[in-house]
């Protein structure tokens, strides 16, 4: 077999699991189920509003309801969903009624895929998983000291769903990965490496990012390659995902998905998914929060929008523009806004005019 590179900044043996396949194109949601987890991987990138808290998110949106998650999925016009956390398996009954959930809004054909780690699987907890829907589960082994849990694998394997591995590449864990592979290469349909992503905990490890503008670590590239040349002996279908694909790819098209499906009349969507939009603030510091202001702005105006969230008003570029003097004499601060397609609308930047 051989080592071929993807349209995606990535390199591939054999064939991209399912769950890979939709990702790339940004046809994957991201269900985060609870931040709980029982390792403590210093390679953990979950944020700390996250780590160890039991809370969830479907993308970058806070969930309280079932609605929510089924709306954000369809807003991001995704044809699946990968299921995070922490550990999804620390909340089983939570996970299982969202895959089931899921399944019954969306159909048989919604892929799901979930990672977990193979020392908190058991038979009873993988029957459930499979019988609720699930089509892909991507294991989490530790590197350290995994051996005794690996046998746990073929508890996965009774089952009609595609099983795989997936790791981050650490740059001083070559001989550790070498025997995974070895252990895995007959029993998985897939292994996925990850390039390794810079965290607080890697620093105080010593570990230094490649460039002084990525946040991949240095050496983690180089042994992914070798990795790879590895394993074109083996009969495994192996993925070599990169930074630059979760960033460039993977999210980029998520959010032009996302874009392009609640953009109003006024948004243009640029080519990395961010909207553009003509904006009408208070103030300069999102201090002043008066509704009412704002809405007796509204009638002088035609085609303004309330954003009731952000305190402003919204309207195409062109318009805001064509009236930013005239807003500037009543006070009001006309700006021009590129933000996030996401829930929160995080700004990238605001030009006032």
Known sequence: MKIIETPYYSFKIGRLPQGCELCVKGLKSVLFVTGLCHRKCIFCPISDKKKNKDVIYINERPVSKDSDIIEEIKLCGSKGVGITGG?????????????????????????????????????????ELYEAGLDEIRFHPELIDEEKHLKNID??????????????????????????????????????????EYTDELSDHNYVCREHDSYAIAGSEELAMELLDYCTNKELNVHYCTVKLKDW????????????????????????????????YLDTTGELKDLNKLKEVMKKYKN???????????????????????????????????????????EVDIEFL
């Open 155 to 196: 508890l996965a394997l009774k089952y009609d769903w595609n099983v795989g591995i997936e790791i981050p590449v650490l740059p001083d864990k070559k001989e550790k990965i070498t025997k995974l592979i070895d252990s895995i290469s007959k029993k998985v349909k897939f292994l996925n490496l990850n390039e390794l």
């Open 87 to 127: 550990d999804p398996l620390l909340k089983i009954d939570r996970t299982i009624n969202y895959i089931k959930l899921l399944k019954k809004e969306f159909g048989k054909d919604f892929h799901i895929h979930l990672y977990t780690s193979l020392d908190v699987v058991n038979e009873k907890n993988l029957k």
């Open 304 to 346: 303004f929008e309330l954003d009731e969230n952000k305190y402003r008003l919204l309207t195409s570029v062109k318009s805001i523009e064509k009236l930013k003097n005239r807003l500037k004499r009543e006070g009001l601060f006309p700006a021009r806004v590129e933000e996030y397609p996401t829930f929160d609308l995080l």
């Open 249 to 280: 790819v993977q999210l980029k098209n998520r959010l032009i998905n996302r874009a392009n499906n609640i953009k109003k009349w006024y948004d243009k969507v640029t080519d990395d998914g961010m909207l553009l939009r003509g904006a009408v």
